[in-house]
């Protein structure tokens, strides 16, 4: 009777022991796949012209790999992020996880899979962001712009928004990009899951009290 508990108890160990690393794979695929939109959008010559430029100077980067919407007038839309704050030495963060999600009217139809990669230029943008929700369109104080294809560096720096949000379409055919009335939430609990503690996303990005080796790749590319 003792060999089959031993064996039952070391089962159940090893079960607990993999909770962990599954609980981030979610978290890890977000990562990865924010990695290869910041690759593509680097290389996109329709966005790099303006892309690139901004990037240099941004205070932070929100990037939302794949943001799904669908409907026929009213529509809907949900995506996993990521948000990386920009260091003393010129370097990014580890990411805090954040969810978008909300509804929409206006003139779409279909059903698109896109990435968004928004670029906070200053701290009034990035408290934004920070603060709990954020809700684009609301009266908060913050301009963000949609930046469209082809447009260059010196027209977007012109514009002076607060935020840029930059996007590629994926998978489908959607009627444009339309985030208003898309709220912005911090997903504390993918924060755990990732960095194996309860953390903040504040703390995270500007704190620097948690590492994920992991998201070295992600930090690295955008520091250059």
Same mark, same amino acid.
């Given at each position: 009777?003792?060999? &089959? ?10 079960? +607990? ?6 609980? =981030?794979?979610? #978290?890890? #695929? ?12 680097? $290389? ?7 892309? #690139? ?20 007038? +009213?529509?809907?839309?949900?995506? $996993? ?7 003393? !030495? ?6 805090? +996880? ?9 003139? =779409?139809?279909?059903?698109?899979? /896109? ?7 200053? !701290?009034? *943008?990035?408290?934004?962001?920070? !603060?709990? =929700? ?15 294809? *082809?447009?260059?560096?010196?027209? /977007?720096? $012109? ?31 993918? $924060?755990?899951?990732?960095?194996? #503690? ?14 994920? &080796? ?11």
């Amino acid at each position: 009777m003792i060999a &089959p508990l031993k064996r039952l108890l070391l089962a159940l160990t090893l079960c +607990f022991a993999a909770v962990p690393a599954l609980a =981030q794979q979610d #978290q890890q #695929q977000t990562v990865n796949s924010a990695l290869t939109t910041i690759e593509r959008m680097k $290389n996109n010559n329709n966005f790099k012209e303006g892309f #690139q430029p901004q990037l240099d100077k941004a205070r932070a980067v929100l990037i939302v790999p794949a943001l799904y919407k669908g409907g026929f007038i +009213f529509g809907g839309q949900y995506g $996993n992020g990521v948000l990386l704050v920009r260091t003393s !030495d010129g370097g990014f963060s580890y990411p805090a +996880f954040y969810t978008m999600e909300g509804g929409s009217f206006g003139l =779409q139809i279909g059903l698109e899979s /896109t990435a968004v990669l928004f670029l906070i230029m200053n !701290d009034k *943008g990035l408290e934004a962001v920070l !603060d709990n =929700q954020f809700r684009f369109g609301a009266d908060t104080g913050v301009t963000v712009l949609i930046v469209g294809a *082809g447009m260059g560096a010196s027209t /977007t720096s $012109n514009l002076g928004a607060d935020i840029y949000a930059f996007s590629l379409t994926g998978v489908g055919l959607y009627g444009g990009l339309s985030l208003e009335g898309t709220v912005l939430s911090a997903r504390e609990s993918w $924060n755990a899951a990732y960095y194996g #503690q309860n953390v903040a996303s504040r703390a995270i990005v500007l704190d620097n009290s948690v590492s994920n &080796p992991k998201a070295d790749a992600l930090r690295d590319i955008l520091a250059h």
